[in-house]
Nanobody, 121 residues
């Protein structure tokens, strides 16, 4: 059984910072990529940032130069440092991991439960 648990969300004023964490646990053999998505009320889910196994990262234009995705392989944890937050960053943030549980098995996508980020004065 694999679990992804997000944490670190909350209420922050415009211009502030938050750091989200996504911890993966369970029977994990390898992780090929981890991404952060967000979904604002009434909108579709948007990919915010992704980090792949080689360390390459990619960001949505809306967060480039403000958000940084990083990982701690020893802890199976991925972080999203969010700076200069804007009201339009308000959303539920979800962690998504492409991983496999055995050496020969396929990669599957797993989702966390989400963490609320609210940017408001």
């Amino acid at each position: 059984q694999v679990q992804l648990v997000e944490s670190g969300g909350g209420l922050v004023q415009p211009g502030g910072s938050l750091k989200l964490s996504c911890a993966a646990s369970g029977s994990i053999f390898s992780i090929s990529a981890v991404a952060w998505y967000r979904q604002a009320p009434g909108k579709g889910r948007e990919r915010v940032a992704i980090i792949i196994s080689g360390g390459t990262t990619n960001y949505a234009d809306s967060v480039k130069d403000r958000f940084t995705i990083s990982r701690d392989n020893a802890k199976n944890t991925v972080y999203l440092q969010m700076n200069s937050l804007k009201p339009e960053d308000t959303a539920v943030y979800y962690c998504n991991a492409q991983l496999r549980t055995t050496s020969q098995g396929p990669f599957y996508a797993y989702w966390g439960q989400g963490t609320q980020v609210t940017v408001s004065s």
